[in-house]
């Protein structure tokens, strides 16, 4: 019979607000629904907050079900566990060893084990685009890709991940996996976690109104949050330009921007005519 345990986790966060050296302690806590765990582990991960914070803490961050603080980080997830003849808690164990993928932060959600390489994701039970945390076993690591058949942004991962969106690829973004293990493990190769280079825009003048980020080319905005025909203004990475044209697909009329622009009235593209924009940094 399978049964839910809760895990607690502490971890240090460093000067980016990224999670390192995660600890875990598996509980005697067992439980046969999932909201019973997690509303046991809510608990049980406050109070060691306010242990370790000296003063109640909060689970700000629903998304990581954890509370971040004075440099240190503190939370919890259900782990499925199955029961033996002794009555203890242990760990999942698996039939089959591999990567085990999730859907959502902190290692919950919909899960699936990986035991090779899948050219895409899209007719698996995690799905496409759906991937959030991962968890590696020892000696093993996971390139992800944005894109079917290994192609398009990759990243290796070695060890165990409870937010994807903290990393250069992102959550909800991964469409092809390689793994390997042994002798098989590929270069190590290390990432800057630094956020992405990114261009705003305000859909009124001096950055004000709804805004948008991106960090990418975009080839029609109709349908984006800032939408088509209302950007007014623009703020933008240093050492990025980004070009904006009048009509889709990078078409029609065009002005070119290497800074800030509180307003684009007076240019060659003018306020509240783009539909497409180029980005790029140097």
Not at 159 to 181: A, P, V, Y
């Amino acid at each position: 019979m399978d049964f839910f345990t809760v895990v607690l986790l502490t971890g240090a966060l460093n000067g980016q607000g990224e999670v390192q050296n995660i600890q875990k302690q598996v509980t005697q806590h067992q439980f046969n629904t999932l909201k019973s765990c997690q509303k046991l582990g809510s608990t049980l991960a406050a109070r060691r907050s306010n242990e370790i914070f000296a003063s109640m803490g909060q689970l700000k961050r629903r998304k990581y079900q954890s509370s971040q603080q004075n440099g240190r980080f503190v939370g919890y997830f259900c782990q499925t566990s199955n029961t033996s003849s002794t009555n203890t808690t242990t760990p999942i164990k698996h039939k089959k060893t591999g990567i085990t993928l999730y859907s959502g932060y902190n290692f919950s959600g919909r899960w699936e084990i990986l035991s090779q390489e899948d050219n895409y994701l899209a007719d698996n039970s995690i799905g496409n685009n759906n991937l959030s945390s991962i968890l590696i076993p020892k000696g093993c690591s996971a390139t992800l890709y944005d894109q079917p058949h290994y192609r398009g942004q990759s990243m290796t991962l070695y060890q165990d991940t409870l937010d994807l969106s903290q990393t250069i690829l992102g959550d909800n973004r991964t469409s092809s996996i390689k793994m390997h293990c042994g002798n098989s493990m590929p270069t190590p190769q290390f990432y800057s976690m630094k956020p992405k280079q990114k261009v705003e825009f305000y859909s009124d003048v001096d950055f004000k109104g709804r805004s948008q980020s991106f960090t990418e080319n975009q080839a029609y905005l109709g349908g984006t949050t800032i939408d088509r025909n209302t950007i007014r203004s623009l703020k933008i990475d240093q050492n990025c330009e980004v070009t904006l044209y009048s009509k889709g697909n990078y078409q029609g009329r065009k002005s070119v921007f290497y800074q800030d622009k509180a307003s684009l009235y007076g240019t060659v593209i003018g306020d509240n005519s783009a539909d497409s924009f180029t980005f790029k940094c140097h």
